[in-house]
């Protein structure tokens, strides 16, 4: 599910595409995302927000991206810095190359929201 042409968000794709792939007018997707159901991105000096790929399942937002929203707004993270710290390796060794994303992925939901809500 990718349609971009952004290079600092490489995973993400434009509303408009996501609304159409979900059939849903373009305003409930900003709907979505000012209401912290979906996680969104703007590449420096553009007005379009991107969504990640990866916080979608089956067509639909996936388990723990509220969660997630609501532990970065209440940390003070903002949406760049959020889509960030989800990106980043967890470490330094081999086994470092796994993100949260990642263990978004694997349903680790809570560890993720911990781990947002410590993230500076």
Do not use: H
Not at 9 to 15: G, L, N, R, T, V
Not at 51 to 77: C, H, K, L, N, T
Not at 82 to 89: G, S
Request: net charge positive; charged share 30%.
């Amino acid at each position: 599910m990718s349609s971009t042409t952004a290079t600092l968000y490489p995973d993400s794709i434009a509303a408009t595409w996501l609304a159409a792939r979900l059939a849903v007018e373009p305003a409930k997707i900003d709907v979505m995302r000012r209401n912290g159901d979906l996680i969104a991105v703007r590449e420096p000096g553009s007005i379009e927000w991107r969504y990640p790929a990866w916080q979608f399942e089956g067509g639909r937002p996936r388990r723990g991206i509220a969660r997630i929203v609501a532990a970065a707004r209440s940390a003070g993270i903002d949406e760049t810095r959020l889509y960030d710290v989800l990106t980043a390796p967890l470490g330094l060794r081999e086994s470092g190359r796994q993100r949260l994303v990642d263990l978004l992925l694997e349903g680790r939901e809570d560890e993720v929201v911990t781990a947002v809500k410590t993230a500076r």
